[in-house]
Structures are given as structure tokens and as C-alpha cells.
């Protein structure tokens, strides 16, 4: 099994072969055949990539050298630089990327038990604006394509030991991924596909602020992913401060947009909150919380904040976090906080790029 991490640290030439990773499966065949070569070598180009984690074509040993020749004066595979690389003691690993179209973005990473889960980005910053957030600080540059997508993918694969696989991938990095839906579904098909990465749209969450157009789209699509929705306020006046982007939306119509996808899919929804103290803690807002959410059978997972360099947010008491446990619990909804791994790594959302850019 091929396992070298291909870091590149130098800025690279501008390289004006294609990006293999842009290809699907059915496109990367018909480039075989125009080249008068059999269709099934995309399927030994697909293997090398995706199960035996080649990273160059010359690795490619079964197919001939002059087709190997030919795969590497065409297309690059990996084309972006690993910028930083940090490795918390939990496991965690979290890889901040530069692009070869532009811009840095990152990706994490997590080892739970036997999970292997990576956390993904779907856009250079972010237009959501979320405030206690440090990825849309200076807003969206632009979207990732399908192949830059991937290639995140990718990239934590080779961090895996050699007998360990991908178990389970979130779409929560940077970036609105219902914002750039066609290429998000692109990777996301890819990562899915018995000769990609193999993994159940079971086990792949799309995480989102909640567009109700994009949400109906994304049912319409007919692969039930699972959708987490990032809710952070019982009321629209809050949401409207905390998450910008509420105020053309309004959470009535964010939950009537989830509600349609859960009838689409069949998929219990997933809402996040990030627990902000002094903010949105109080018992009158886990009170408005639970009404919102007690008759809808979903999960609500709590995110106790994690301090962001420059932003006035601030972790909850362990008393708040407690009185907001027992009023949600109190009220019969299925809730989980969850544990901020890697927490001695810039693990929150942009926190790497940020330090970065800021340094
Ligand atoms: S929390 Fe997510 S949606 Fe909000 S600004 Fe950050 S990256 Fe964008």
C-alpha cells in the first residue's frame, strides 16, 4: 500500500495539465478511449487512487509506462500544497491547504474509537457571516470545485495508517456547502462511488446554516446525506445577530425546509448549537429551544464555544451548560454535547487560516 503524504511546501509553478480529480468515473474512461486505449484502465487509475493511495501516476505499475507517461504529461493528481500540518495528542490531525486554483482552506481529521472521520471545506472563507465564527471574517472568495473538494479527501487519507479507512466524512470546514451544492454533490459522489472512497451517504453529513432553496434541492437530488442544520438561536431577533443570513430567511421557514428534507430522505435531521456564554445559555432561551424542537424527533447536538483570537465570544459556565442540559432533557429532546476534540489545535472552524493570515 502507497502511504507517502505528497507534501508539497514550495509554491508550485502554475501547471497547466489538467486535475485528474476533476474526473469522474465516466469521464476519465472517455479520456481513455480518445487516447485508443481501453475503457477499464480509468477502473486500475481509480484503484491506485482511491484504495492503494498512489499519489503519482509512475506508482501506477500495472498499467503500461507509455500510458503512465501519458496520464503524467495530461493531469496532475494531488495539486495543492499542505501549508500547515498540526497532530493534536487526541488523535486529531487538521491539514490547512493551499489551493492550486487560489486561496488556502482547511480540513480535519478525527479519531473517535474506530471512527476515522474528516471534516471538509467547500468554500475559500464564507459569505454567512456567523459572528462567533473565524472563517467568515473577510467573507467568501470563492467556491472549491468538485476536484479541490476531494482532494481535501484525499489528502487526510494518506494521514491514515496503512490498514485504516475513511469512515465517515462531515462537510462542515469552511465555507457554506449548499452555497456551492453542485460541486459539494461532484466530490461528494465520488467519495461515495464503490470504486471512490466507498462510504454510505449514511455516513456523510452536510452540515448547513439553512438555505430553504438549496435544502429542497439537495432532497430533489435523491441521495439521502445527512443534513445538520447550525441553528444557534431559539428566535429570529438573536438568529438575526448571530447568523446573518437569517434575516432574509427566518427560522420558520428553515424548519419547514428541513422538515421537507426529512420527509424526502427519511434522515433524522441533526441541529447544532453553539453554546455562546452570556449569549444564547439563558434557561429562557433552552426553554424556546425546546419548543422548537421537542415534537420534531431530531438530534440536537450542543457545541460548547471554543474561543476564537479577536472575536469577544466566550465558553459557558459549567453551571449555564448544565441548566441548558437539564431544561432540553427536561423537555424529552434527544441532545448530545459534544466533546471539542483536538482543542489544543486550532480545531474550530478557519481558526488555522485565520492565525495565518493574521500572523
Ligand atoms: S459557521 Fe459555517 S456558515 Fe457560519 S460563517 Fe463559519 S463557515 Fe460560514
Known amino acids: 500500500m502507497v502511504q507517502a503524504l505528497p507534501v508539497v511546501s514550495a509554491t508550485p509553478e502554475v501547471d497547466q495539465r489538467g486535475r485528474l480529480l476533476e474526473l469522474d468515473r465516466e469521464a476519465l474512461r472517455q479520456w481513455f478511449v480518445e487516447q485508443g486505449q481501453p475503457a477499464f484502465r480509468a477502473d486500475q487509475v481509480r484503484k491506485w487512487l482511491f484504495q492503494r493511495r498512489a499519489s503519482e501516476f509512475a506508482q501506477m505499475t500495472d498499467l503500461p509506462k507509455a500510458v503512465r507517461d501519458k496520464l503524467t504529461e495530461s493531469f496532475t493528481i494531488f495539486s495543492a500544497r499542505i501549508v500547515a500540518h498540526q497532530k493534536s495528542q487526541d488523535g486529531t490531525e487538521k491539514l490547512l491547504v493551499g489551493l492550486a486554483g487560489g486561496g488556502e482552506v482547511e480540513c480535519v481529521l478525527l479519531r473517535d474509537g474506530s471512527r476515522r472521520s474528516i471534516c471538509v471545506s467547500s468554500q475559500v472563507g464564507c459569505a454567512m457571516g ?20 476531494l482532494e481535501q479527501m484525499l489528502l487526510l487519507q494518506h494521514c491514515l495508517e496503512a490498514d485504516q479507512r475513511l469512515s465517515h466524512i462531515v462537510m462542515m470546514g469552511m465555507g457554506e456547502p449548499l452555497a456551492n451544492l453542485p460541486n459539494v454533490l ?24 439553512g438555505l430553504p432553496p438549496a435544502i429542497d434541492r439537495l432532497g430533489e437530488h435523491g441521495v439521502a446525506y445527512n443534513l445538520a442544520v447550525s441553528l444557534h438561536a431559539p428566535n429570529d431577533a438573536l438568529r438575526n445577530q448571530l447568523v446573518p443570513v437569517n434575516d432574509k430567511i427566518g427560522i420558520s421557514s428553515l424548519l419547514a425546509a428541513a422538515d421537507r428534507y426529512f420527509h424526502t430522505s427519511g434522515r433524522r435531521l441533526t441541529f447544532e448549537y453553539v453554546l455562546l456564554g452570556g449569549v444564547n445559555d439563558s434557561a429562557e432561551c433552552a426553554d424556546q429551544l425546546a419548543t422548537l424542537l421537542r415534537h420534531r424527533g431530531v438530534l440536537l447536538n450542543v457545541i460548547p464555544y471554543n474561543p476564537v483570537a479577536g472575536l469577544p465570544y466566550k465558553t459557558p459556565s459549567g453551571h449555564s451548560i448544565r441548566r441548558f442540559r437539564e431544561i432540553l432533557e427536561g423537555a ?9 476534540k483536538g482543542s489544543e489545535i486550532d480545531a474550530a472552524c478557519g481558526q488555522l487560516r485565520r492565525n495565518r493570515v493574521s500572523s
Open 332 to 340: 424529552g429532546v434527544n441532545l448530545q454535547f459534544r466533546q471539542r
Open 130 to 149: 456567523c459572528v462567533f465564527c473565524a472563517s467568515g471574517l473577510d467573507g467568501v472568495e470563492r467556491n472549491l470545485s468538485g476536484g479541490e473538494i
Open 186 to 209: 461532484m466530490a461528494l459522489g465520488q467519495a461515495r462511488a464503490d470504486d471512490g472512497l466507498g462510504i454510505s451517504p449514511r455516513r456523510i453529513t452536510i452540515s448547513t446554516v
